[in-house]
């Protein structure tokens, strides 16, 4: 029997996770310092009670509920109804209009820390890309794949620069010129990148623009629904750009994009179907197509939680921290960058990653006489563009199970583009390093 594509990434998955688990279990045992004397095994559920246990449990509640979502918008009939007609206002224009989504996502990593909320916003852009006559693979590049580079390249990502900045002692945000000219450069290959696979696929952009837009019953979308929708999506827009400047929206965020869309889903179906048990049912079925990805969510932490737990984190700190004195400068700048590259593999958070590398970072680069604001710089490096590159991330195999892409075909696409961002990472800390960054 043929298995369902989300169904075959769940699993594909699952594996990848399951395996790195099992292997980092077993390396307490073998790791000289590391803790074994504990009931490993249970770590995916011990992690529930650990200090990132609410914001687990806070995780998979918004994605149920924007599982439910966005199975109504869809069974409606209105989130095709909204891609017919981006499509057809685009399709002479297809430049144009991966340039502007591009853009949109990267700014949404780069300026507000946004990757956890693009998730209800992939299978959108799947369907739009597919209009458009390209493939599920460049609607996950102008989603996941650009919010994600534009986390990395940063400007004022506050989970991020935000946070490292205030444990360097660092003016918020300060340096913020040369981190522009990295998100140009690292904006102008993804599009470049995404573009030349594009004309390598010789595709008719034209595809099904014509097609009446009806819901599961038949029913055509109401100019209602469209209202509702496009103005609850732009207070979320306005939410979003806000939560930088305001702590408590940053915190709210979540919770905040769940309730809209919720709101959004519940209304567009009982103006479109003006039936509440087909809402509930529709809803129901959403958020339980979802529900696997909660699996997926409590291996990847539990790996962090046996790195914490396990002593495995202490150790790499220890070595970072013996062995950065007898470096030259700018090979202890690029330790910093390749350390919180592969500690990114196990704890995905970037602020967690700042509470726990910056205490180690500040005096690194105050021994070396090096700025720590060029630390910063290679903190945020380490830590953005492996966030989708890496099995571990959440974000990354809720993003492929729902657009039903294995992890092999993701790794094979993004690859070739993560080659470049470690070249461009290197660059940019040389140039930096030279010009005295910071200093």
Avoid at 29 to 47: Q, R, T
Avoid at 97 to 112: N, R, Y
Avoid at 406 to 423: D, E, H, N, T
Wanted: proline residues 4%; hydrophobic residues 60%.
């Amino acid at each position: 029997m043929k298995l369902n594509p989300a169904v075959k990434s769940f699993f594909s998955a699952f594996i990848i996770l399951f395996i790195l688990y099992i292997g980092t279990g077993l390396s307490l045992y073998v790791v000289p310092g590391a803790n074994s004397d504990w009931v490993w095994p249970l770590a995916s559920i011990l992690v529930l009670g650990s200090d990132s246990g609410g914001m687990i449990i806070a995780i998979t509640v918004f994605l149920l509920i924007i599982g439910g979502a966005i199975h109504i918008l869809k069974e409606t009939g209105l989130i095709e109804g909204v891609i017919q007609a981006t499509v057809r206002r685009f399709k002479d224009r297809s430049f144009m209009l991966l340039s502007l989504l591009v853009l949109l996502f990267m700014s949404m990593g780069a300026f507000v820390g946004v990757f956890e909320e693009v998730v209800p916003l992939v299978p959108l852009m799947i369907i739009l890309a597919k209009r458009m006559g390209w493939d599920d693979m460049t609607g996950l590049g102008i989603s996941v794949l650009a919010c994600g580079l534009g986390f990395a390249a940063a400007v004022s990502n506050p989970f991020t620069i935000g946070v490292a900045q205030k444990l360097a002692e660092l003016p918020i945000f300060s340096g913020a010129l040369l981190r522009v000219a990295v998100f140009i450069s690292v904006y102008v290959i993804l599009v470049s990148f995404l573009w030349i696979r594009i004309k390598k696929m010789k595709v008719n952009p034209h595809l099904e623009v014509e097609m009446e837009v009806v819901g599961v019953l038949g029913t055509s979308v109401p100019k209602k629904a469209y209202v509702v929708f496009i103005a609850l999506m732009c207070g979320m827009a306005a939410f979003i750009a806000l939560s930088p400047f305001a702590s408590i929206l940053r915190d709210l965020s979540l919770p905040f994009i769940a309730l809209v869309f919720m709101v959004s889903a519940v209304s567009v179906g009982m103006i479109v179907k003006r039936d509440l048990r087909w809402v509930g049912r529709h809803y129901f079925k959403g958020a339980v197509d979802m529900s696997p990805a909660i699996l997926l969510i409590l291996l990847a932490t539990g790996i962090k939680h046996l790195m914490v737990e396990g002593k495995l984190l202490d150790i790499i700190l220890d070595f970072m921290a013996n062995n950065s004195g007898n470096l030259d400068s700018f090979v202890s700048i690029l330790l910093v960058f390749v350390s919180v590259l592969g500690l990114n593999f196990f704890i995905g958070s970037g602020s967690a990653k700042a509470f726990i590398l910056m205490p180690v970072v500040v005096p690194m680069m105050d021994l070396i006489g090096v700025s720590r604001q060029l630390g910063v710089l290679a903190f945020q490096f380490g830590d953005g563009f492996s966030n989708v590159l890496y099995p571990t991330n959440a974000v990354l195999l809720i993003a492929l199970g729902i657009s039903g892409v294995s992890y092999g075909k993701w790794l094979r696409f993004v690859i070739p583009i993560q080659a470049l961002m470690l070249v461009i990472s290197v660059a940019w800390l040389w140039i930096a390093y030279q010009i005295g960054y910071g200093g």
